[in-house]
């Protein structure tokens, strides 16, 4: 690999590849991965990147992560990864290397990965090289496709304001034939366990990618907006005018992940509009 051009295989339709050099620090018991580099093509996705490490030790797993940075097709970042990791643990210990991409709207995606053995041997210590990555991983997800939104608050009027934007990626486990139809969202605003109001998009067409663009607003008094939530159900509509859910999301502090982050965003920043994509679960 050492007469390998980044730059030209950067134009090159296939995986990324990732530039890393792996260090040992016996006294703080520590692995370092350094030298790292990562060339993608211009179908990769996002517009940063970064690089997270996680290796497991006897108490579980431990993870670094680089900054992110702005993705180009040939990426270099100056710093390193550190990961606390035992010296006996070494030879049984894997090492996985992930490149991830993230979008404005804060969606991380995984562009490559790469597994390696910490025994000294396939990968020597010391050594810088590249390596190409597996494109085939897919995180886990209980979910049917993705939605785009952005919510914010008005203090002064009283008012959230819901932006439906677009999905992707939506099926149904009911019907193919709803793949033609329609695609609406019924939003219900909550107050912990009580539902306040229900209010439902326009229908869109090309349900698997549908776009809506709809503003959607709540009257809600500001002493109840912490313990409010909104709910998002994706319908898709049959011809005979039933509807068949195609997944569901629920934003608030009770939540978790970027659910509830979405949340904690809009609540320290009034007035301005925060979008996100979600994962829809079934």
């Keep these: 690999m050492e007469t390998w051009n980044p730059e030209k295989a950067a134009s090159w339709n296939?995986?990324?590849k990732l530039h890393y050099c792996l260090d040992y620090d016996q006294q703080k018991a520590e692995?370092?991965?350094?030298?790292?580099?990562?060339?993608?093509?211009?179908?990769?996705?996002?517009?940063?990147?970064?690089?997270?490490?996680?290796?497991?030790?006897?108490?579980?797993?431990?993870?670094?992560q680089t900054a992110l940075k702005k993705?180009?097709?040939?990426?270099?970042?100056?710093?390193?990864?550190?990961?606390?990791?035992?010296?006996?643990?070494?030879?049984?210990?894997?090492l996985t290397l992930t490149l991830r991409t993230c979008d404005r709207f804060s969606r991380h995606s995984v562009a490559g990965e790469l597994r390696l053995g910490l025994d000294g041997v396939s990968v020597p210590l010391g050594v810088a090289q590249w390596d190409e990555l597996k494109t085939s991983v897919k995180e886990t997800s209980a979910g049917s496709g993705e939605v785009l939104l952005s919510i914010?608050?008005?203090?002064?009027a009283n008012r959230l304001l819901v932006v439906l934007i677009k999905?992707?990626?939506l099926h149904s486990n009911q019907s193919k034939e709803?793949?033609?139809?329609?695609?609406?969202?019924?939003?219900t605003l909550k107050h912990q366990a009580r539902k306040l109001k229900k209010k439902q998009t326009k229908r869109a067409k090309h349900k698997i990618n549908p776009v809506w663009n709809e503003m959607i607003m709540f009257e809600l008094p500001a002493d109840l907006l912490r313990a409010s939530s909104v709910e998002l159900e994706v319908l898709?509509?049959?011809?005979?005018?039933?509807?068949?859910?195609?997944?569901h999301c629920s934003l608030g502090l009770h939540a978790s992940g970027s659910e509830r982050s979405h949340w904690e965003e809009m609540l320290k920043n009034p007035r301005r509009q925060i979008a996100m994509w979600h994962q829809l679960h079934l």
Excluded at 32 to 60: K, M, P, W
Excluded at 71 to 94: F, M, Q, S, Y
Excluded at 178 to 187: E, F, H, M, N, T
């Design 152 to 156: 914010s608050y008005l203090p002064a």
């Design 14 to 16: 296939q995986a990324p």
């Design 71 to 94: 993705r180009e097709l040939h990426t270099i970042w100056e710093e390193g990864l550190v990961l606390p990791l035992a010296e006996d643990e070494l030879p049984t210990a894997t």
């Design 178 to 187: 709803l793949l033609g139809k329609d695609v609406s969202v019924k939003v």
């Design 167 to 169: 999905a992707k990626n």
């Design 31 to 64: 692995l370092f991965v350094t030298r790292l580099e990562a060339v993608t093509s211009d179908h990769d996705g996002g517009c940063d990147c970064y690089i997270q490490g996680s290796v497991a030790n006897r108490i579980g797993s431990v993870e670094a």
């Design 236 to 247: 898709g509509q049959e011809e005979e005018g039933q509807s068949c859910m195609l997944g």
